[in-house]
């Protein structure tokens, strides 16, 4: 079975850091792009950031560059969103995901994924 966990969310005060994990199991990540969405209550699903298969290509989006990196670990199989200087804008669910046959790139919008996390809360409050 395909599945993708994230890991790390919680709870943390206005300029902290939280480190988020997306693990997969069932398959290798090697050849998948990974991207990462939230969605706040009310608010539709937005991309965050998202990497390549070979890591060379990363984007993100206006609301976090300088804040957030994302990055993989092809050997454990894992992908990684370092979030810094978190403010309450930042507050959502937090998911991954993951997605074959794109070559050096990484599309920012969910229907380009197949395979999905089931998410993992940050709240960015004081």
């Known amino acids: 079975q395909l599945q993708l966990v994230e890991s790390g969310g919680g709870l943390v005060q206005p300029g902290g850091s939280l480190r988020l994990s997306c693990a997969a199991s069932?398959?290798?990540?090697?050849?998948?792009?990974i991207s990462w969405f939230r969605q706040a209550p009310g608010k539709e699903r937005e991309g965050v950031s998202c990497?390549?298969?070979?890591?060379?290509?990363?984007k993100y989006a206006d609301s976090v560059k300088g804040r957030f990196t994302v990055s993989r670990d092809n050997a454990k199989n894992t992908a990684i969103l370092q979030m810094n200087s978190l403010i309450p804008e930042d507050t959502a669910v937090y998911y991954c995901a993951a997605q074959s046959g794109f070559v050096l790139r990484c599309p920012l919008i969910a229907d380009e994924y197949n395979l999905w996390g089931q998410g993992t809360q940050v709240t960015v409050s004081s």
């Open positions: 990497i390549s298969n070979s890591g060379g290509r990363t």
């Open positions: 069932g398959f290798t990540l090697d050849y998948y792009a």
